[in-house]
């Protein structure tokens, strides 16, 4: 489903990505894994249009959007969830959700606002309520149903554990699963290791910009040393 091909990219003139190759595959959870620093969120916001490829390519479905506006992105139903929630915190929850139906998925908002509130029924709860006077966990609810109004083929979560308590961090890894168990493939991108490869099929390491390592939980998990170096487990 993605394909990504020696992608460079960076700020300004600023080289962070140094030639990153990963691939997703329909119906798959995909862990990208490493510190701050490493990259995660340039890669997610190249991946995304919202920063400029250096070099490389990125396929989505064959199509290339290497150098695609991130309005085409979004239309091609590659969404992502940025990390920090960044909610309209003036707008209330429906309104929040409603933009996320604005380039895609409009046809359906009706249907796709009741999938969100079936998936997050303390955002029916709070449907007039404005965004900024959510906690974080529930801002960090409305930024993924936000994501799933755009009827997304592929989603891309940047940290949506960061910050939250730890019955929250539970919660939003199970429902990560279970967006997966209907058929959702998903780039979790985190910090939180050892949650990551519970529920991923793959994963990348992340260092400098750079993949470290690649391969099933089960085959990172088995090298003493990368657990060590790389994963803090």
Request: proline share 3%; no cysteine.
């Amino acid at each position: 489903m993605l394909e990504v091909r020696s992608l460079r990219g960076g700020y300004g003139a600023v080289e962070v990505l140094r030639s990153v190759s990963l691939g997703i595959r329909a119906g798959e959870i995909v862990a990208v894994l490493g510190s701050n620093g490493a990259g995660k969120s340039t890669l997610n916001n190249t991946l995304s249009g919202l920063l400029p490829a250096f070099g490389g390519t990125v396929l989505f479905d064959g199509a290339d959007l290497t150098r695609a506006h991130a309005r085409e992105i979004v239309a091609a139903g590659l969404i992502q969830v940025p990390e920090g929630r960044r909610v309209f915190p003036n707008l209330s929850v429906r309104e929040n959700l409603e933009l996320g139906s604005y380039r895609r998925g409009r046809a359906r908002r009706a249907a796709n606002l009741e999938r969100v509130y079936g998936a997050f029924p303390r955002l029916k709860e709070r449907i007039m309520q404005r965004a900024g006077t959510l906690s974080g966990g529930e801002q960090q609810m409305l930024a993924i149903g936000r994501g799933l109004m755009s009827e997304p083929r592929l989603l891309i979560l940047d940290e949506p554990s960061l910050g939250l308590a730890p019955l929250l961090v539970e919660e939003m890894f199970a429902l990560v699963k279970r967006l997966n168990g209907d058929g959702l493939a998903i780039l979790l991108v985190e910090q939180n290791v050892a949650q990551s490869l519970e529920i991923a099929h793959r994963a990348y390491v992340l260092e400098n910009g750079a993949i470290a390592f690649s391969g099933t939980p089960a085959e990172l998990l088995a090298r003493s040393d990368l657990k060590r170096a790389y994963l803090g487990i």
